[in-house]
């Protein structure tokens, strides 16, 4: 079993809908997807996609790029992640490539976002594009080790995957890993820790060779997965297994108290 541990279903366009995706994904062997928030207006799609689908979870947050110079509500954030079936906060962090000007709302954004998952002991999906000095920084300013998370769709080098590893944090690696001109990135997954790898696909967006350039879905995570055992030297049943073992132990509280919660209500 595969986990996708890092996708954005709703924007996902094919017949059948979000129903069809899941369908095609579970028929690839992938057992679990993680519904990533852009901005508020997904939030309600995503808590029903988990109530929906128990194989799918969903974080809660607003993207780097979204809403350029808003805060956030903090009282509807914390109560849309305390729906059933969240189990992390994001997609937060700093994106300097998108995003122009004067960027200090992002990174009081991106406190704001360590300060609710620290409140509810929820891990980060953090996402970092030529900003990794700041990520780290305001990381560590924030103790964001006492809740860990992932560092998803990692680009950035092996000595910032070590920094962010040494705050309790997971390494995701997307499509990018398997591009031809992504040599560096391919250096850094061989030679990382296993026990803080996981894969992802971003979807619809970065879709690995050989599909590249065309619209990524959940089911493609299988080609990261492919690309990281040749790269160790592994089969591909041994990434599968170390990278979803990661991915419970990362969510794993998360996930329990969830489905406390909900026998709690049930009973
Ligand atoms: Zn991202
Ligand atoms: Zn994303």
Redesign the pocket.
């Given at each position: 079993m595969l986990i996708d541990s890092h996708c954005h279903l709703p924007e996902i366009e094919m017949p059948g809908g979000v129903a069809a995706v899941i369908a095609e994904a579970q028929q690839a062997g992938i057992g679990h997807l993680l519904c990533v928030a852009i901005d508020a207006q997904t939030w309600p799609n995503l808590i029903n996609l988990c109530q929906e689908y128990p194989c799918v979870s969903a974080s809660i947050g607003v993207?780097p790029n979204a809403n350029p110079g808003t805060v956030l509500d903090r009282a509807a954030m914390l109560a849309a992640a305390g729906n059933a079936g969240v189990v992390a906060i994001g997609?937060t962090g700093l994106d300097y490539f998108r995003s122009e000007g004067d960027l200090a709302w992002q990174q009081e954004r991106f406190r704001e976002h360590i300060h609710i998952a620290r409140d509810l002991k929820k891990p980060l999906i953090v996402?970092s594009r030529e900003a990794r000095d700041d990520v780290i920084r305001i990381l560590k300013e924030e103790s964001a080790h006492t809740v860990g998370g992932v560092m998803?769709?990692f680009v950035d080098d092996l000595e910032t995957a070590g920094r962010a590893m040494d705050l309790g944090f997971y390494i995701s690696f997307s499509g990018i890993v398997t591009f031809r001109n992504a040599a560096a990135l391919r250096e850094v997954a061989k030679q990382m820790p296993l026990e803080r790898m996981l894969i992802e696909t971003?979807a619809p967006y970065l879709a690995p060779m050989p599909h590249r350039g065309k619209q990524n879905r959940p089911a493609f995570v299988r080609y990261v997965a492919e690309c990281l055992a040749e790269l160790r030297g592994l089969p591909l049943e041994e990434i599968a297994c170390v990278t979803t073992e990661n991915f419970y132990r990362l969510f794993l509280a998360s996930i329990n108290s969830d489905t406390q919660a909900t026998a709690r209500s049930s009973s």
């Open positions: 993207h997609e996402h998803h769709c971003d």
